[in-house]
């Protein structure tokens, strides 16, 4: 790699550059390259509209499979218990995927960019099968919890590496519609996912929410395989710095396990939580210094700078936040104030999770017209903070808290195209895969890490040490059952406060951001369609 990559320059900044049979612009050996502040160079010959569809229905399954595991396991979990005689190892099950996934999605984003989308799909989704097979045939719960875990490996790189083929295909104009389908493929599967999981359990056997992966993930390989041959090709062969992948793994496995065990199987303050937050910050600061001192580092520390790139992924993480952790306390808020059954709180979750791909399409469809695009996700997050400041400070009827919790998710919903767009637009084509897992990496771990944070808030706010009690979510409920609607009420006002918070430095982080242009025409031009 040349100094100039390692520098992590934007494509903003190149001004002629000789182009390669895959539409790359690669600096010749000794070549001295002038700075401008020339647009991003965008795909020269676009694939034809059918193509396109083709190649986005299989990264729709792709992506549909990633997001139904997230969720389709939650409501068997009793069922497989009672089958293996194992009650208190069943949150593995959930968490053995969860810390695979996040440890691995910046690996793949950078792998994608070293050896091409082609191989790292194939990887990804052959993981991921393999991982769902060892489930469904898993004799007893440790050998489920490692398949599990395998599984989240493949998961894991399902999320960037879709993103990353979409910003092959379109260019940043047109990507921010496509970014809007995905979110509604999320919403599906977060809502399909513990339906259908609770019918398999009980109407079939709880193997099948792992066997269905296998027919879908081949289709997806089916549809999408044959096309791969048609899209640029971005990627550069160079060195893997495996060191610097070990210890970011390392670093946010530890992390992951601090937010999964604290409050839980651990005291917030007991000696092995501390330990491990020790662990994780010695590893952090292990992976930066050999991120500065190496000659092609995992994670080049340059592309998490400049004027976009920081700001886009942190407004995207924020948001991704505030949803997470409101999306996991809500039900027990309806359960309680509104004496809802679990699964009347489940469906007045719908607003807050359907309604935000309403807004990542308004997004999307702005970015494809409009020459200030960030303007939309602007406006959104404001009226995201009215809506969260309202929630705050008035309490209210069922129906009026359902109407804000939507102008809350229609204004959070826009960050999401917005950011992640903005993010591979300002990067070099062959360091999209690596900044786009990057980019999933900080939003999971802002993810957990709100929905941990939530927790704490809310114990403390009804007046519990958070040292010396556990989480809320799932088997920890008991505690909380005799609370008072009233106390309740007065509790989550803390609640609602952090979430408008999150999303207020969302749109902080919108307006300091760089607006750079976006490549690419509104539409595919008649004549290269044809």
């Not at 694939?47 to 997001?67: D, G, N, Q, Y």
């Not at 599906?188 to 099948?208: D, Q, T």
């Not at 104030?337 to 009347?344: D, F, G, I, P």
Request: aromatic residues 8%; proline residues 6%; contains cysteine.
């Amino acid at each position: 790699m040349n100094k100039f990559e390692r520098q992590g320059h934007h494509p903003a900044d190149i001004k002629t550059l000789p182009e390669t049979t895959a539409g790359d612009p690669t600096p010749l050996p000794g070549e001295v390259i002038e700075l401008t502040d020339a647009p991003p160079i965008a795909p020269q010959v676009p694939l034809t509209p059918s193509e396109v569809r083709t190649i986005l229905m299989s990264l729709l399954l792709t992506m549909f499979l990633a997001a139904l595991d997230q969720t389709i396991v939650a409501t068997a979990l009793p069922t497989i218990g009672r089958q293996f005689n194992d009650v208190s190892s069943l949150s593995w099950v959930i968490s053995a995927y969860l810390l695979a996934s996040t440890a691995v999605a910046p690996v793949f984003g950078t792998l994608s960019d070293i050896y091409g989308r082609r191989a790292m799909i194939i990887v990804s989704l052959s993981l991921f099968v393999a991982g769902s097979v060892l489930c469904a045939l898993a004799p007893n719960m440790p050998v489920l919890i490692l398949a599990r875990g395998l599984q989240g490996l493949g998961g894991g790189g399902i999320m960037p590496i879709v993103q990353t083929v979409i910003s092959d295909v379109v260019s940043p104009r047109e990507r921010g519609q496509y970014q809007a389908y995905f979110s509604g493929v999320w919403v599906v599967g977060g809502i399909g996912g513990p339906i259908l999981g609770g019918v398999f359990a009980e109407h079939l056997h709880w193997s099948m929410i792992f066997w269905i992966n296998v027919p879908l993930a081949l289709g997806a390989l089916a549809l999408l395989l044959p096309k791969m041959g048609k899209i640029p090709v971005f990627h550069r062969r160079r060195k893997v710095d495996w060191l610097g992948g070990v210890l970011l793994m390392a670093s946010a496995v530890v992390i992951m396990l601090v937010l999964t065990w604290g409050g839980n199987r651990y005291l917030w303050m007991s000696p092995v939580i501390m330990a491990m937050i020790g662990a994780s910050v010695a590893l952090a600061f292990a992976f930066v210094w050999h991120a500065r001192n190496a000659d092609e580092p995992f994670l080049p520390l340059p592309l998490m700078g400049g004027t976009v790139v920081p700001y886009a992924m942190a407004a995207g993480s924020c948001a991704m936040g505030a949803m997470l952790g409101l999306t996991v306390h809500l039900p027990l808020y309806y359960e309680v104030v509104y004496h809802l059954s679990a699964s009347e709180a489940g469906l007045a979750l719908i607003p807050l999770a359907a309604v935000s791909t309403v807004g990542a399409a308004i997004a999307g469809k702005t970015m494809a017209r409009a020459k200030h695009y960030k303007r939309v996700a602007i406006v959104g997050t404001g009226c995201a903070v009215l809506a969260g400041a309202v929630l705050t400070l008035v309490p209210m009827p069922l129906w009026g808290l359902l109407a804000l919790l939507s102008v809350y998710a229609l204004g959070l919903g826009t960050v999401f195209p917005v950011s992640v767009v903005s993010v591979q637009n300002s990067v070099m084509r062959f360091q999209v895969g690596t900044a786009t897992g990057a980019m999933n990496f900080f939003r999971a771990l802002m993810a957990s890490f709100m929905v941990a944070a939530f927790s704490a808030i809310l114990l403390m706010a009804l007046g519990a040490d958070i040292s010396l009690v556990g989480s809320l979510g799932g088997e920890h409920r008991g505690p909380v059952n005799s609370i008072a609607a009233a106390d309740m009420v007065t509790a989550f006002r803390y609640v609602f406060g952090a979430a408008t918070a999150l999303i207020a430095t969302s749109l902080l982080c919108m307006i300091l951001m760089e607006e750079k242009p976006l490549a690419g025409p509104a539409t595919i031009p008649a004549d290269l369609a044809e």
